[in-house]
Structures are given as C-alpha cells and as structure tokens.
C-alpha cells in the first residue's frame, strides 16, 4: 500500500466522521489544533500523521459516547 493510497483512506475515514459529528466534545480543541498543523505539514509523511491524531481523537470521543450511552440504558432500564 502506498503512502497516497493511506492517506486517501485517512481523509475518507475522516470526512465520515466529521460528516457524522452531532456536537463538541472533550476533545475539540485537539481536533482544532491538529486541522491547524496540516497547513504546516511539509511531505504525504506527516499529513498522515497529523489525520492519525485527529482521527485517534474521534474514536477517542465515540469510545466516551458509547459508554455514556449504555451507562444511560442500563440506569434506565433498572
């Protein structure tokens, strides 16, 4: 697999999730900040390190919506 053949999966998997966002979270700044370096990033190298964090930070947050979200149905269903 080819470095522009990771990033393009990269971009993909990051539209998806952006697309999908409802509303802020915990990490948004994170998510800010990281959008801001990819102005910066010199090679194919880095952009993709840069979409790892960002996309790292949206499991981060799905990981904390799904907890919320069964820690609701089960304190509900009692």
């Known amino acids: 697999m080819s470095y522009k053949e990771i990033f393009d999966l990269h971009i993909q998997l990051l539209s998806i999730y952006e697309k999908n966002m409802k ?3 915990p990490y948004q ?8 370096q990819l102005y910066f990033t010199q090679d194919i190298v880095q952009r993709i390190f840069v979409l790892n964090q960002l996309i790292n930070f949206h499991e981060k947050s799905r990981v904390e919506q799904i907890k919320w979200c069964s820690k609701e149905y089960f ?3 009692e």
């Not at 700044?29 to 801001?36: A, P, T």
């Open 29 to 36: 700044w994170e998510i800010n900040y990281y959008k801001r």
């Open 75 to 77: 304190s509900t269903s």
């Open 23 to 25: 509303s802020s979270f």
